[in-house]
């Protein structure tokens, strides 16, 4: 990361322009993540969960852990057009691997005497939601910390 001073702006500006694109991302990270974390709290359903997973996607919210994964929970070769049947859950606490839409199938499943095995996932996916949105704040949040300290600053005149 350069620093944002007059020099750099002439000699090197494709790269201060780039820092200044992810600047203004790290900073909308910031500011959104505790709206995004509520609306995944308030979620009710598996499919709601994984709209949610393809709106803060998009909104820059991105690692391994909510990514495309030949392998993973997350089958499919883009997250935006990800469907019910690419989303594999499971396969802890004895509990089957299964897609959302086969989870949908069979809410009433019990897991133990106080929740379902709907449930369980669901409160599982959101917490994987949750946590990976912290982390990925957190990591903006120390960006956004170095763009300030290197003089950068969030005009419309970029």
């Known amino acids: ?44 359903t598996l499919i709601e969960c994984m709209t949610l997973h393809k709106y803060i996607w998009r909104q820059g919210f991105k690692n391994t852990n909510l990514g495309p994964d030949k392998y993973g929970m997350f089958r499919t070769k883009d997250i935006n057009f990800m469907t019910t049947n690419e989303v594999y859950i499971g396969g802890f606490n004895g509990l ?13 499943e019990l897991y133990d005497s106080e929740q379902t095995c709907y449930s369980f996932i669901l409160s599982s996916y959101k917490r994987l ?20 300290q290197n003089n950068y600053k969030l005009y419309n005149e970029y």
């Open 96 to 108: 089957k691997i299964l897609t959302i839409e086969e989870w949908e199938e069979c809410k009433e």
């Open 1 to 44: 990361m350069k620093r944002y001073n007059i020099w750099n702006k002439i000699f090197h500006s494709s790269e201060v322009i780039k820092d200044i694109e992810d600047y203004k991302l790290q900073q909308s990270l910031v500011n959104n993540y505790e709206c995004w974390l509520t609306k995944i709290g308030n979620a009710n």
């Open 129 to 148: 939601l949750k946590a990976n949105i912290i982390n990925i704040t957190d990591k903006a949040k120390i960006l956004v910390e170095q763009y300030q």
